[in-house]
């Protein structure tokens, strides 16, 4: 969703009296692949979440945003739920790291998922339009192939490659541990499952 596109949604909402709250999990991944900065794709979100330990590498943590009322209530309710951290001091560090130092690498995650789907598409088993991958996810479906994307995903496993299927489809993420020799491991192993 390009900022103006959620500018257009808030808009309608705050006329009729309706706050906005963006489940920004990968906006940074969003960000960088539309060459906007995240502050404009939220600025008219009454609220903002967005996970430390998706696209940005930590290994845990997710930061809410909102007015100063609104993250009073949260953490009530986030207490009430039982949640809580104590001593969190080194996932704190891990998480500013990763604030501070991943989204200047995001774009090394793109480039990877879209090398990943060129090299899926060159298998004829496999549909998948590699200009469709933008951002760190790339979906493709393997009905072709007369497998479920679970089954795939089972003998990929058993090859050390993550990947989550779904009917037909089948999901894979890059992320800051993928390097782009992992990808060609990737298609190398995904050429030996499928055969």
Known sequence: ??????????????????????????????????????????????????????????????????????????????????GGWRQAGILAAAGLVALEESPKRLHEDHANARRLAEGLAQNPSIEIDPESVVTNIVIFDAAGTGKTGTDISLRLKDQGVLAIGFGSKIRMVTHCDVSRGDIDDTLSVMSTVLD
Do not use: Y
């Open 1 to 82: 969703m390009t900022a103006e596109q959620c500018s257009g949604v808030c808009h309608q909402a705050h006329a009729l009296g309706l706050p906005v709250h963006m489940d920004g999990a990968r906006i940074f991944n969003a960000s960088v692949a539309l060459g906007t900065p995240v502050s404009e794709m939220t600025r008219n979100c009454n609220s903002v979440q967005f996970c430390l330990s998706k696209g940005l590498g930590a290994p845990v943590g997710s930061i809410l945003l909102g007015s100063q009322d609104f993250i009073a209530e949260a953490r009530i309710w986030r207490k009430r739920l039982g």
